[in-house]
């Protein structure tokens, strides 16, 4: 017979089973957790930034791809340079001071082999070069051109006693003893291509005539262009 008072032994019975799968007090699973202070807040001002940026991105894709199909349709092509003419007059070298005086007088003749553009010309100014050594610059008034259209162009230059520098009066002098010197002449001018309304970005034009050959008088101080007329280059 079995004591009540003894204690019983054996295995403890098993827990029993909740019937959500959790602890006994588990929160109900379709309640909401609260949210921390930075969690989906709505922010008005980054809102605005972000579709301002955005449309901004978006006008300047919008116009690029317009300037693009504006100057692949119209094409602009840079105009033609050569000079056509050049007088030189008082001309006097001096190794001894390696100076350069005298009047330079040349004449260009500029083409815009453009159909359908005409080109504005600002800011214009030219200078001449016996090699790398500057003698003498001047400024030329603007002008424009239509389409097809060919413009003369004069440049005059004076040096009285223009420093040249060692390497060019003596070279100068050389040159003139064998009846001809060659020179460079350049050109700058800001540039506007146009059709109608339409105005394209103003560029720099770069214009480079070099070894423009002067024919000399030994003892008159006179030379004129030989060889007739020279093509230049041109950079835009």
């Known amino acids: 017979m079995t004591d009540p008072t003894r204690p019983v032994t054996g295995y403890p019975a098993p827990p029993y089973a909740q019937p959500n799968g ?38 300047f894709v919008i116009v690029g791809c317009i300037l693009l199909v504006v100057w692949l349709i119209l094409r602009p092509k840079v105009p033609d340079f ?10 006097n070298v001096s190794s001894a001071s390696q100076s350069v005086t005298g009047t330079w007088s040349v004449g260009f003749m500029v083409y815009n082999p453009n159909k359908k553009l005409s080109i504005r010309y600002d800011d214009v100014e030219s200078s001449i070069y016996y090699g790398p050594s500057f003698i003498s610059g001047t400024r030329v008034p603007p002008f424009a051109q239509g389409t097809k259209d060919r413009t003369s162009v004069n440049a ?28 460079n002449v350049k050109l700058l001018a800001r540039v506007e291509f146009r059709r109608g309304g339409w105005r394209l970005r103003r560029r720099l034009l770069r214009v480079l005539c070099s070894g423009v050959a002067v024919s000399l008088s030994s003892k ?17």
Not at 82 to 91: A, E, G, H, M
Not at 161 to 180: E, K, T
């Open 22 to 59: 959790g602890y006994p007090y588990s929160a109900n699973p379709t309640q909401t957790q609260p949210r921390g202070p930075y969690s989906n807040v709505y922010n008005p001002r980054a809102t605005f930034i972000r579709r301002f940026v955005g449309a901004m991105i978006a006008l």
């Open 82 to 91: 050569r000079v056509d003419s050049l007088s030189l007059s008082n001309f």
């Open 156 to 183: 005059t230059f004076s040096a009285a006693n223009s420093f040249v520098g060692a390497p060019a009066a003596p070279g100068i002098d050389a040159d003139r003893a064998r009846g001809s010197v060659r020179f």
């Open 220 to 236: 008159a101080g006179l030379g004129t262009l030989a060889g007739g007329s020279r093509d230049c280059q041109v950079v835009v």
